[in-house]
T-cell receptor, first 114, second 115 residues
Protein backbone atom coordinates (compact mmCIF):
# COMPACT_ATOMS: atom_id res chain seq x y z
CA UNK A 1 0.00 0.00 0.00
CA UNK A 2 1.05 3.54 -0.61
CA UNK A 3 1.93 5.76 2.32
CA UNK A 4 3.68 9.04 2.95
CA UNK A 5 5.14 9.83 6.36
CA UNK A 6 6.13 13.28 7.51
CA UNK A 7 7.30 12.60 11.02
CA UNK A 8 7.99 16.24 11.89
CA UNK A 9 4.70 17.76 12.95
CA UNK A 10 6.08 21.21 13.63
CA UNK A 11 9.44 22.90 13.25
CA UNK A 12 10.43 26.32 14.54
CA UNK A 13 13.53 28.15 13.37
CA UNK A 14 14.92 31.64 13.48
CA UNK A 15 15.28 33.56 10.25
CA UNK A 16 18.38 32.72 8.19
CA UNK A 17 18.64 29.22 9.62
CA UNK A 18 18.63 26.28 7.21
CA UNK A 19 15.85 23.76 7.75
CA UNK A 20 15.14 20.31 6.31
CA UNK A 21 11.68 18.80 6.10
CA UNK A 22 11.65 15.02 5.96
CA UNK A 23 9.45 12.86 3.77
CA UNK A 24 9.49 9.06 3.70
CA UNK A 25 7.25 7.15 1.31
CA UNK A 26 6.13 3.58 0.73
CA UNK A 27 5.10 2.10 -2.58
CA UNK A 28 5.40 -1.22 -4.38
CA UNK A 29 5.54 0.39 -7.80
CA UNK A 30 8.81 1.02 -9.58
CA UNK A 31 7.35 4.04 -11.36
CA UNK A 32 5.90 6.78 -9.21
CA UNK A 33 5.91 10.52 -8.70
CA UNK A 34 6.68 12.63 -5.67
CA UNK A 35 5.46 16.13 -4.95
CA UNK A 36 5.86 18.92 -2.46
CA UNK A 37 3.14 21.50 -1.85
CA UNK A 38 3.19 24.58 0.34
CA UNK A 39 0.13 25.80 2.25
CA UNK A 40 0.70 29.32 3.59
CA UNK A 41 -1.52 30.78 6.34
CA UNK A 42 -3.90 32.06 3.66
CA UNK A 43 -4.85 28.43 3.01
CA UNK A 44 -4.22 27.83 -0.68
CA UNK A 45 -2.04 24.98 -1.88
CA UNK A 46 1.00 25.96 -3.91
CA UNK A 47 2.84 23.44 -6.06
CA UNK A 48 6.60 23.36 -5.45
CA UNK A 49 8.03 20.34 -7.26
CA UNK A 50 7.22 17.11 -9.09
CA UNK A 51 9.81 14.37 -9.39
CA UNK A 52 9.54 10.96 -11.06
CA UNK A 53 11.11 7.84 -9.61
CA UNK A 54 13.68 7.54 -12.38
CA UNK A 55 15.21 10.93 -11.77
CA UNK A 56 17.34 10.85 -8.64
CA UNK A 57 19.15 14.06 -9.36
CA UNK A 58 18.89 16.57 -6.60
CA UNK A 59 17.14 19.77 -7.56
CA UNK A 60 17.79 23.32 -6.49
CA UNK A 61 15.50 26.27 -7.05
CA UNK A 62 16.75 29.40 -5.37
CA UNK A 63 16.76 28.80 -1.62
CA UNK A 64 14.87 25.52 -2.04
CA UNK A 65 16.49 22.16 -2.67
CA UNK A 66 15.25 18.60 -2.76
CA UNK A 67 17.14 15.40 -2.02
CA UNK A 68 15.62 12.24 -3.49
CA UNK A 69 17.07 8.93 -2.28
CA UNK A 70 15.40 5.77 -3.52
CA UNK A 71 17.61 3.63 -1.27
CA UNK A 72 15.95 5.13 1.80
CA UNK A 73 12.59 5.98 0.15
CA UNK A 74 13.02 9.60 1.10
CA UNK A 75 12.37 12.90 -0.63
CA UNK A 76 13.55 15.59 1.73
CA UNK A 77 13.12 19.33 1.28
CA UNK A 78 15.65 21.89 2.47
CA UNK A 79 15.15 25.62 2.77
CA UNK A 80 18.39 27.55 2.98
CA UNK A 81 18.52 30.85 4.83
CA UNK A 82 14.87 30.64 5.86
CA UNK A 83 12.66 33.72 5.81
CA UNK A 84 9.48 34.63 7.65
CA UNK A 85 7.56 34.22 4.38
CA UNK A 86 8.53 30.54 4.39
CA UNK A 87 6.21 29.99 7.36
CA UNK A 88 3.62 27.51 6.14
CA UNK A 89 2.51 23.92 6.24
CA UNK A 90 4.43 21.79 3.77
CA UNK A 91 2.98 18.60 2.33
CA UNK A 92 4.77 15.77 0.63
CA UNK A 93 2.67 13.60 -1.69
CA UNK A 94 3.02 10.41 -3.75
CA UNK A 95 1.30 9.26 -6.91
CA UNK A 96 1.83 5.96 -8.64
CA UNK A 97 2.20 5.68 -12.40
CA UNK A 98 -0.89 5.83 -14.58
CA UNK A 99 -2.93 7.47 -11.87
CA UNK A 100 -3.30 11.08 -10.82
CA UNK A 101 -4.43 10.20 -7.32
CA UNK A 102 -2.28 11.89 -4.72
CA UNK A 103 -1.49 10.34 -1.35
CA UNK A 104 -0.53 13.12 1.04
CA UNK A 105 1.53 13.07 4.18
CA UNK A 106 0.13 14.75 7.26
CA UNK A 107 2.22 17.86 6.68
CA UNK A 108 4.93 19.72 8.57
CA UNK A 109 4.18 23.15 9.99
CA UNK A 110 7.21 25.40 9.66
CA UNK A 111 7.38 28.57 11.70
CA UNK A 112 10.16 31.02 10.94
CA UNK A 113 10.66 33.68 13.57
CA UNK A 114 12.37 37.00 12.87
CA UNK B 1 -7.39 32.51 -16.61
CA UNK B 2 -9.22 32.16 -13.31
CA UNK B 3 -7.67 28.73 -12.71
CA UNK B 4 -9.68 26.58 -10.30
CA UNK B 5 -12.57 28.32 -8.58
CA UNK B 6 -14.68 27.04 -5.70
CA UNK B 7 -17.90 28.33 -4.21
CA UNK B 8 -18.86 28.99 -1.52
CA UNK B 9 -15.79 29.87 0.54
CA UNK B 10 -17.58 29.22 3.82
CA UNK B 11 -20.71 27.26 4.64
CA UNK B 12 -22.51 26.24 7.81
CA UNK B 13 -25.02 23.41 7.64
CA UNK B 14 -27.23 21.62 10.09
CA UNK B 15 -27.04 17.87 10.41
CA UNK B 16 -29.15 16.24 7.73
CA UNK B 17 -29.10 19.13 5.27
CA UNK B 18 -27.81 18.63 1.75
CA UNK B 19 -25.73 20.96 -0.33
CA UNK B 20 -23.47 21.15 -3.36
CA UNK B 21 -19.95 22.50 -3.38
CA UNK B 22 -19.13 23.97 -6.75
CA UNK B 23 -15.83 23.62 -8.59
CA UNK B 24 -14.91 24.96 -12.00
CA UNK B 25 -11.70 25.22 -14.00
CA UNK B 26 -10.92 27.07 -17.20
CA UNK B 27 -7.70 25.30 -18.16
CA UNK B 28 -9.34 22.49 -20.15
CA UNK B 29 -7.94 19.92 -17.73
CA UNK B 30 -9.20 16.39 -18.13
CA UNK B 31 -8.57 15.34 -14.53
CA UNK B 32 -10.48 16.81 -11.60
CA UNK B 33 -10.67 15.72 -8.01
CA UNK B 34 -11.98 16.56 -4.55
CA UNK B 35 -9.97 16.33 -1.35
CA UNK B 36 -10.85 17.02 2.24
CA UNK B 37 -8.35 18.39 4.73
CA UNK B 38 -8.70 17.60 8.40
CA UNK B 39 -6.32 18.62 11.20
CA UNK B 40 -3.43 16.20 11.53
CA UNK B 41 -4.56 14.08 8.58
CA UNK B 42 -3.30 15.85 5.51
CA UNK B 43 -5.51 15.78 2.43
CA UNK B 44 -7.56 12.74 1.52
CA UNK B 45 -9.08 12.00 -1.86
CA UNK B 46 -12.89 11.85 -1.96
CA UNK B 47 -13.77 11.42 -5.66
CA UNK B 48 -12.07 12.03 -8.95
CA UNK B 49 -12.82 12.22 -12.66
CA UNK B 50 -10.70 11.64 -15.74
CA UNK B 51 -13.14 13.30 -18.10
CA UNK B 52 -16.74 14.26 -18.70
CA UNK B 53 -19.05 11.41 -17.81
CA UNK B 54 -16.37 9.45 -15.89
CA UNK B 55 -16.06 9.51 -12.12
CA UNK B 56 -14.61 7.19 -9.52
CA UNK B 57 -14.21 6.90 -5.78
CA UNK B 58 -11.18 7.91 -3.81
CA UNK B 59 -10.13 7.06 -0.29
CA UNK B 60 -13.10 8.57 1.61
CA UNK B 61 -16.17 8.63 -0.69
CA UNK B 62 -18.95 7.80 1.77
CA UNK B 63 -21.56 10.51 2.12
CA UNK B 64 -20.54 12.31 -1.07
CA UNK B 65 -21.68 12.20 -4.69
CA UNK B 66 -20.12 13.68 -7.79
CA UNK B 67 -20.95 14.04 -11.45
CA UNK B 68 -19.04 15.45 -14.40
CA UNK B 69 -21.29 16.61 -17.20
CA UNK B 70 -18.77 19.06 -18.66
CA UNK B 71 -14.98 19.32 -18.74
CA UNK B 72 -15.11 22.54 -16.73
CA UNK B 73 -17.33 21.64 -13.77
CA UNK B 74 -17.07 19.02 -11.04
CA UNK B 75 -19.61 19.60 -8.24
CA UNK B 76 -19.47 17.70 -4.96
CA UNK B 77 -22.77 16.87 -3.30
CA UNK B 78 -23.30 16.15 0.36
CA UNK B 79 -26.44 14.08 0.57
CA UNK B 80 -27.19 14.34 4.30
CA UNK B 81 -24.57 16.34 6.15
CA UNK B 82 -23.02 14.94 9.31
CA UNK B 83 -20.69 16.62 11.84
CA UNK B 84 -17.93 14.25 10.67
CA UNK B 85 -18.03 16.09 7.34
CA UNK B 86 -16.85 19.31 8.94
CA UNK B 87 -13.67 19.97 7.02
CA UNK B 88 -11.95 22.11 4.41
CA UNK B 89 -12.66 20.89 0.90
CA UNK B 90 -10.28 21.40 -1.99
CA UNK B 91 -10.95 20.87 -5.65
CA UNK B 92 -8.01 20.24 -7.97
CA UNK B 93 -7.44 19.77 -11.69
CA UNK B 94 -4.63 18.72 -13.99
CA UNK B 95 -3.83 17.54 -17.48
CA UNK B 96 -3.72 13.80 -17.97
CA UNK B 97 -0.12 13.09 -18.88
CA UNK B 98 1.25 9.85 -20.37
CA UNK B 99 2.25 7.84 -17.32
CA UNK B 100 0.08 9.95 -15.07
CA UNK B 101 0.64 12.35 -12.16
CA UNK B 102 0.73 15.80 -13.66
CA UNK B 103 0.94 18.94 -11.55
CA UNK B 104 -2.39 19.48 -9.86
CA UNK B 105 -3.79 22.97 -9.50
CA UNK B 106 -5.87 23.52 -6.39
CA UNK B 107 -8.79 25.81 -5.76
CA UNK B 108 -8.89 28.13 -2.73
CA UNK B 109 -10.95 25.72 -0.65
CA UNK B 110 -14.38 25.66 0.98
CA UNK B 111 -14.57 25.62 4.76
CA UNK B 112 -17.63 23.60 5.78
CA UNK B 113 -19.03 23.34 9.29
CA UNK B 114 -21.81 20.90 10.10
CA UNK B 115 -23.62 21.53 13.37
Amino acid sequence: AQKVTQAQTEISVVEKEDVTLDCVYETRDTTYYLFWYKQPPSGELVFLIRRNSFDEQNEISGRYSWNFQKSTSSFNFTITASQVVDSAVYFCALSEANTDKLIFGTGTRLQVFP
Amino acid sequence: NAGVTQTPKFQVLKTGQSMTLQCAQDMNHEYMSWYRQDPGMGLRLIHYSVGAGITDQGEVPNGYNVSRSTTEDFPLRLLSAAPSQTSVYFCASSYLLPGGAGEQFFGPGTRLTVL
